[in-house]
């Protein structure tokens, strides 16, 4: 997800609380679109309130991909217009100054960013990914059952898990999966630029 919309999610936390009921069509909405599991939809439906139900799935949401934002705005369109309208307009206020452009910052050259990233790039970011690699995977469009069979198939290595999804990435994705598309996810999933100053080297 975005950093602006995982921004703006966290600080309107209370006013949704308050104000969207977390119904079936809501979630239903989002695991048919494939932003939600199973999984989910009982993590939400076990809440004891209203309020805790659409806290639940506040928390869930920013793990979700870089779709999820916008699938969830999709979702208030027929009950929830005012709310939706609002979300958009705060997304459309929100003029924080960039960043240094994340690529500069993690050392990665210009003319790599349309690549597909090398068998070399794809071991040393496995090797670098901490707990935080599943939400990046998610995000560059893999599903919890490929990141379960990841894990299935290497169970004695988490850096063996990560280059299994990595490659599963960039053979599913040709061309499309390239050092930029990587590069956003790893920036959605707030992974430190210093961490990966040794990656595209």
Request: glycine share 2%; charged share 25%.
């Amino acid at each position: 997800m975005d950093p602006k919309h995982k921004r703006l999610l966290r600080s309107q936390r209370l006013f949704l609380a308050e104000e969207l009921l977390v119904d079936d069509m809501i979630i239903q909405y989002l695991y048919q679109e494939e932003i939600l599991t199973e999984s989910h939809l009982e993590e939400i439906r076990s809440e004891s309130s209203n309020r805790k139900k659409t806290l639940k799935l506040l928390d869930i949401l920013p793990t979700r991909g870089s779709h999820a934002f916008h699938r969830f705005i999709q979702s208030l369109e027929k009950d929830f217009p005012w709310i939706k309208d609002k979300l958009l307009g705060l997304c459309a206020e929100d003029s924080e100054p960039p960043l240094p452009c994340f690529s500069v910052q993690c050392g990665v050259p210009d003319h790599i960013l349309p690549t597909v990233p090398t068998s070399q790039h794809l071991n040393r970011l496995a090797a670098h990914l901490g707990s935080e690699w599943k939400s990046v995977l998610l995000d560059l469009g893999l599903s919890s059952a490929d990141l379960y069979r990841c894990c299935a198939d290497q169970p004695l290595s988490v850096q063996s898990q990560v280059l299994a999804a990595l490659v599963m990435w960039t053979q599913r994705n040709g061309r499309e999966a390239t050092v930029r598309r990587l590069l956003q996810s790893l920036q959605a999933a707030d992974i430190p630029p210093s961490v990966l100053q040794q990656v595209f080297v």
